[in-house]
């Protein structure tokens, strides 16, 4: 039998990388939703990659790689704790900071490249640190033919709104639904087992509840729950508010061109996502990140 070799051992022959713990779309640290980063992630392997974003149970954990298209700044794979995603909003959000921070890339007239799972996305930058705003294209949102009876059901007895609830597809599948107020939203307490079994029967990543706020500053509460992914509630997500949003301009409904969302209070926390739909039917999103911890990772 082989000797059994020593955690000191393993350890003292893994490749140190620069990581970086981001708090994105929050105008300060503590309000937003947490994003680990890793670059120059050339030495990990899809296995490595996904065994360290379950160990540090973050809802996502972007790897920065040298782009394989033309075109593209740099290239992204995002893992949640038990997946890899071909496209989020924070990790991309978060990520395109975290390069240009550290001077990995520079913006051409404010413009960004990234290369992920589902394609190349372009990002528009401007300001620095931590005033910095991101925003990224995300993939245009398909909607699919499904049905709902399950997820609605997963929230009990609550009052919807208006639209029909819906699935979109914009690389994760997020099922889309309209509570009747803002109330409804903030206090809702769904049946998280039912609800991850639902998404599990259609292959849904979570679902984004939604209701319009009338008055206040900001357009949209959004709450998400990822229960079949390991993540009860998502504090602030990116490809769920674009989800929202494709669905919203689909019905032509949006509240306006440009808008801002709320999303983790109920979590103590406070995001603001910024979501703007272009000429194109195109949906943008993004927001203020937070550069809370800077190191070295050993993995």
Same mark, same amino acid.
């Given at each position: 039998m082989p000797p059994i070799a020593s955690?000191?051992?393993?350890?003292?022959?893994?490749? &140190?990388? +620069?990581f970086l713990q981001l708090d994105v779309f929050a105008a300060a640290p503590g309000l937003g939703n947490p994003l680990g980063v890793v670059l120059g992630a050339e030495a990990l392997d899809g296995a490595a990659m996904q065994a360290l974003a379950a160990w540090l149970n973050l809802s996502e954990t972007s790897f920065v790689l040298p782009p394989t298209q033309p075109g593209a700044d740099y290239r992204l794979r995002i893992f949640t704790? &038990?997946?890899?995603? +071909?496209?989020?909003?924070?990790?991309?959000?978060?990520?395109?900071h975290a390069v240009l921070e550290h001077g990995l890339v520079r913006p051409r007239e404010g413009r960004l490249v990234q290369?992920?799972?589902?394609g190349l996305l372009p990002l528009r930058a401007e300001g620095e640190g931590a005033g910095r705003r991101v925003h990224v294209r995300a993939p245009r949102g398909r909607t699919l033919d499904a049905r709902a009876e399950a997820v609605l059901a997963s929230l009990g007895a609550v009052a919807l709104g208006p639209l029909p609830a819906a699935l979109i597809d914009n690389g994760p599948r997020w099922w889309c639904v309209e509570l009747a107020d803002e109330a409804s939203v903030r206090s809702l307490g769904p049946d998280l087992e039912a609800m991850a079994a639902a998404? &599990?029967?259609d292959g849904s990543v979570g679902v984004a509840v939604f209701a319009r706020c009338p008055g206040a500053p900001h357009?949209?509460?959004? &709450?998400?729950?990822? +229960?079949?992914d390991g993540i009860p509630e998502d504090p602030v997500t990116g490809s769920a508010n674009a989800a929202i949003a494709a669905w919203l301009q689909a019905r032509h409904a949006l509240p306006a061109p440009r808008f801002t969302s709320s999303q983790g209070r109920e979590l103590g926390r406070d995001g603001v996502v910024e979501i703007a739909v272009d000429e194109e039917g195109e949906v943008w999103i993004g927001g203020q990140t937070q550069t809370v911890v800077e190191g070295t990772l050993a993995w």
């Open positions: 955690p000191g051992a393993a350890a003292a022959v893994a490749p &140190r990388l +620069p704790p &038990r997946q890899e995603l +071909p496209f989020a909003g924070h990790p991309s959000v978060g990520t395109a290369e992920c799972g589902a998404n &599990r029967s357009a949209l509460v959004v &709450r998400a729950f990822v +229960p079949a």
